[in-house]
């Protein structure tokens, strides 16, 4: 037998524990020693009941992951659920922890099951690209009714056991150690003549309006397709027969498992964990952090404060004046009022937190005992300098010194303080308490464990880290300044803000560029043009229409007009009339005649751009990784998980028939559509960027 699974006699009951950590995925050892127990227990004399439960941290997380794309081996799951539901003994699985996918299918052809009251269960398979496809979609209806398993299918939503006890997946809920509880219980059942309980012959779950479901599923997807076609294997559930219906699962499964969608989430779900994981820091002990300091108590302070203050840090913010500490302290009340409303915290923690945890002051003396400080203040290299002479003096010796600045140079930032070893950029995305990402920036004289406390901190906060070089900025912000361009190019030539919108938002971006500027305020466009307008190369092409808007004092959604006009108490905006006018009047000048789009070419040049910009980040060192291109972009940009970020699209699309656009491209723009080297290179050599991601560039 498989050393994956322990088995072990108790009385009448044999127990199989399984061992594979960290999350007893089902890999084929696992299967096989599933297999083998079942039937080293029904070849055992006096055996009548089989438990199964799982050692450590979990039940069963689901099927192996990594096992995905390769080729199939014996025994496959659904086989083996099959096996253990047919089984002449009575089956009970004891879980806790979680018990996911594959795993919670495994619990389902179990004859009854035991929760612990602190376990979770689901059926995350969408959120992977597939589907349940071992009998989840056909047996959990059969428990809950159609509409509750649509719900969690189509969520894939961790569920609280005493839930799960309330929809009828789980039998009973009881805190103990799992085999004791387990074998109590089997105990129970077996002296009770309990019967074997086959849920695959229960009766099928009354149907619901199908098409009405699928077309919402769909909908809310933005472009995903895994939920919706879950609805579809849990209708077969309702109106075939179970063993029909399970080819009919097994059909949409294999359907699923062939798309770019699955590469994408699988992608997305190995490199969301791996990113954070840098070899050089292998071994570097990150310095102690119990307190943090925050400098500036605008929007970005707050939420910086905020996050900090939920995840259990003491927070010392300094503000100039004393009215606007008190502006401040409104603004990081407010937003824990959000946390308590959705029941993040309670009463008691937010009153501790507003009063003992937060200390706003206008001294900078009051910093002298933090560990770490991070500055949010106004992006002016002038100011910055001052607020870091000043950290300089008054922080303990061995305190980080972090920057928020989005694109300002950090080796600059640190040449201002006596201690550049300590000095490191912290960018944090707006709102900072509920962005997931940090873009950890690493100066010249960063030291290892300065780094290394940058991405404790971030996971601390419960964020997506990842590590980037100095430049005008950074990862996110100069990759987006490029497909922003491109955006804007169109619109020159003769697309619409709208329709570059609506192509985008259509290809699954969370929104288009032109309505991020507006929510994001288009005088921040407006200041960065006038920035960079004395570096700008004579061949660079800056549309300016928008600034005669900006001009008005209109800045998108804050002032209530941009791109789209806003109507107050609503969310979303109508396209603004005067726009067509402004680009007009700007095409005019410039001698150019628009000309159509089609939505496929839009999407072709943004990602394009975003795509040869960011072989560019990775080929200067700015980001290591392609895959920590991705990563940002997903959780800091809005980009479609579905599509596991910029990079992991254009393998998807081969490289050299990226580049070949990029070169058509150039023809019209030499400038702008300059080719990466290293895209060429990878296009040349047959590589991809999925390839570097596994041996980096030296
Ligand atoms: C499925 O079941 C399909 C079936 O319906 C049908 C088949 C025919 N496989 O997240 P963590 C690794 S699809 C392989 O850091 P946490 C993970 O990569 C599956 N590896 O810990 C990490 O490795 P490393 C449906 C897996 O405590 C380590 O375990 N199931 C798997 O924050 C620790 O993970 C899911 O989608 C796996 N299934 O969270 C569940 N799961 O240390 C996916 C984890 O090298 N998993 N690993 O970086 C999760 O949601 C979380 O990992 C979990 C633990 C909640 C389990």
Redesign the pocket.
Known sequence: MSDKIAYSRHGDIAVLRIQNP??N?LSQAVRQGLSDGMARAEADDGVRAVLILGDGR?FI??????EFGKPPMEP???DLCTRIEASPLLVVASMHG?S????L?VALCAHYRIAQPSARVGL??V??G?L???G?TQRLPRLTGAEKAVEAITTGRHIKAPEALEMGIVDRVEEGDPEAVGLAYTQELLDQNAPRRSVSEMPAAEGIDWDATYDAVLKKGRGQISPATAVRAVQAASELPFAQGILREREL?MELMNTDQRKGMIHA??NE??VSNLPELKGVEPRALQSIGVIGGGTMGAGIATAALLSGFGVVLIEMKDEFAATARDRIAGNLQGALKRGKINQAKYDALTTQTLTVSTNYDSLSDVDLVIEAVFEDMSVKREVFGKLDAACKSGCVLASNTSYLDVNEIAACTSRPADVIGLHFFSPAHVMKLLEVVVADQTAPDVVATGFALGKALGKVSVRAGVCDGFIGNRILATYRTAADHMVLDGATPYQIDKALTDFGFAMGPFAVADLAGLDIGWMTRKRKAPDRHPQERVPTYIDRLCEQGHFGQKTGEGYYVYEKGKRGGTPNPKIADLIAAEQQELGITPRPFTDQEIVRRYMCAMVNEAAKVVGEGIARRPLDVDMTLLFGYGFPRYWGGPMKWADIQGLPAVLADIESYAKEDAWFWEPAPLLKQLASEGRTFGDLNKEPLK
Do not use: C, Y
Not at 100 to 103: P, Q, S, T, Y
């Open positions: 960290p999350v995925a979990a997380a689901g099927a192996d992951i990594t496959n799951l659904p979680v996911l996918g594959g795993g299918e995350p398979e959120h992977l597939i349940p496809g071992a989840g499964f779900f190995f964990r791996a």
